[in-house]
């Protein structure tokens, strides 16, 4: 079945398939693979991160983000990790993990290329490092994120995880796992 759509960027008119469409979604879930983070796609990763802050906020404080200077060194630390998510070795996707103490850890660092988001890599990437953190010995995950980011949060929350804390623009979740 076609259904004509109205591509909001353009203004032109888009036929788009429905089964095409879902066949190039499982062909992209298939084909990402989810790997420990290397210095080979460190600048990758440092710049995807820094691309959503600037989309989000029009500007970059880099004094609030020196772990991106050396993902592997910053993210080698007992009870981290930091993945990437690979298409072809084209890096469309990050997420991490640090360890919190008490046997919690923190979920950061979530980010996804602009053009592969809405086709649950990111929840794909937060069940890459739950299964991570539990096997690490981790019980619970804990988060936070803009309260305004209304795509993250509604990812969050369809995983699973539970606001338990707001603060100021910030929204803390967690999970036990």
């Given at each position: 079945m076609k259904i004509t759509t109205v591509n909001g960027n353009a203004g032109k008119p888009h036929v788009f398939d429905k089964k095409l469409a879902a066949a190039e979604l499982k062909m992209i879930k298939s084909d990402i693979k989810i790997v420990e983070i290397t210095k080979d796609h460190e600048t990758a990763a440092k710049e995807l991160i820094l691309n959503g802050f600037q989309e989000r906020f029009g500007f970059i404080d880099h004094s609030l983000n020196?772990?991106?200077n050396s993902l592997t060194e910053t993210y080698s630390a007992e009870g981290a990790l930091f993945l990437a998510g690979l298409i072809d070795n084209e890096l469309v996707c990050?997420?991490?993990i640090?360890?919190?103490g008490n046997g919690e850890c923190r979920l950061q660092r979530m980010s996804v290329k602009k053009?592969?988001?809405?086709q649950g890599i990111a929840g794909m990437m937060?069940?890459?490092l739950e299964d991570h953190a539990k096997a690490a010995g981790y019980i619970k995950v804990v988060l936070e994120t803009n309260i305004a980011w209304?795509?993250?949060v509604n990812l969050y929350k369809s995983c699973g995880y539970k606001e338990y804390k707001m603060e100021d623009e910030m929204i803390h979740l967690s999970k036990d796992i």
């Open positions: 020196p772990d991106l990050t997420g991490a640090t360890n919190e053009e592969f988001r809405g937060v069940r890459k209304d795509n993250a």
